[in-house]
């Protein structure tokens, strides 16, 4: 396992959104009619209105786009997390196990992160030096195992027998990975690489299992 020191990178980069498609209708957004609310004869006339304009397959790709942006969300967060934690860690074994020598931008970068993680430990600011260590360990909340499965059950579960939407959930993991990339400046550390390959592991084998073709896993 690689132990680098990652944190000198600039947080704003988190919150670059995912690239997507606006699909217009008429200068309008053709999904509007789902944020009306149905409680008069005129909001049902828009709806109806609206409704007449939509293309499915401007629908489904609205949807598709929905799915990978969550997956994105979902797979930068946790590489952010394991990054950071490797980072507090690594930080702890060199200055006298004072968590209050790393910066306040980590911190606020690993509580930027935490909630779309689902986790619900104990807080960050809390944390002992080896409570820190432990959360990337085999066995932790943000481990190699644990990290893979929850990506990949959200993508697998969130799809269901789709697999195009599995195919864009799967495109939201692989840019959640470059964007963590491109926070930190350089290559993720072995744990978050040895987790990208477990994830697209799985994913890709339930692609296969759906739909009997194998797609470009490469990160």
């Given at each position: 396992?690689?132990?680098?020191?990652?944190?000198?990178k600039?947080?704003?980069i988190y919150?670059?959104?995912?690239?997507?498609e606006?699909?217009?209708?008429n200068g309008t957004?053709?999904?509007?009619f789902?944020?009306?609310?149905?409680?008069?004869?005129d909001s049902?006339e828009?709806?109806?209105e609206?409704?007449?304009?939509?293309?499915v397959?401007?629908?489904?790709?609205?949807?598709?786009?929905?799915?990978?942006?969550q997956s994105f969300e979902?797979?930068?967060?946790?590489?952010?997390?394991?990054?950071g934690?490797m980072?507090?860690?690594f930080?702890?074994?060199n200055?006298?196990n004072?968590?209050?020598?790393f910066?306040?931008?980590?911190k606020d970068?690993?509580?930027?992160?935490?909630?779309?993680?689902g986790?619900?430990g104990k807080p960050?600011?809390?944390l002992s030096?080896?409570e820190?260590?432990d959360?990337i360990?085999?066995s932790g909340y943000?481990?190699?195992?644990?990290?893979?499965?929850?990506?990949?059950d959200?993508?697998?579960?969130?799809?269901g027998?789709?697999?195009e939407?599995?195919?864009?959930g799967?495109?939201?993991?692989?840019?959640?990975?470059?964007?963590?990339e491109a926070?930190?400046?350089?290559a993720?550390?072995?744990?978050?690489e040895q987790t990208m390959d477990?994830?697209?592991d799985?994913i890709?084998q339930a692609?296969?299992?759906?739909s009997?073709n194998?797609v470009?896993?490469t990160?």
């Amino acid at each position: 396992m690689k132990y680098t020191t990652y944190l000198t990178k600039k947080s704003d980069i988190y919150n670059k959104p995912l690239k997507g498609e606006n699909m217009q209708i008429n200068g309008t957004n053709s999904l509007d009619f789902l944020s009306i609310n149905p409680n008069s004869q005129d909001s049902i006339e828009r709806i109806k209105e609206a409704a007449s304009k939509i293309d499915v397959s401007e629908l489904t790709r609205g949807y598709h786009m929905q799915f990978m942006q969550q997956s994105f969300e979902l797979s930068n967060g946790n590489f952010n997390m394991q990054v950071g934690f490797m980072s507090l860690s690594f930080g702890f074994n060199n200055q006298d196990n004072s968590f209050n020598n790393f910066t306040q931008e980590l911190k606020d970068l690993l509580n930027q992160n935490i909630d779309i993680t689902g986790y619900s430990g104990k807080p960050i600011g809390d944390l002992s030096p080896q409570e820190a260590s432990d959360l990337i360990s085999d066995s932790g909340y943000f481990g190699i195992d644990n990290t893979a499965n929850r990506i990949a059950d959200f993508i697998i579960n969130g799809a269901g027998d789709d697999v195009e939407m599995m195919k864009s959930g799967l495109e939201g993991v692989k840019e959640g990975f470059a964007q963590a990339e491109a926070l930190w400046g350089q290559a993720l550390p072995d744990i978050s690489e040895q987790t990208m390959d477990k994830t697209l592991d799985r994913i890709n084998q339930a692609i296969m299992e759906l739909s009997g073709n194998v797609v470009n896993v490469t990160a």
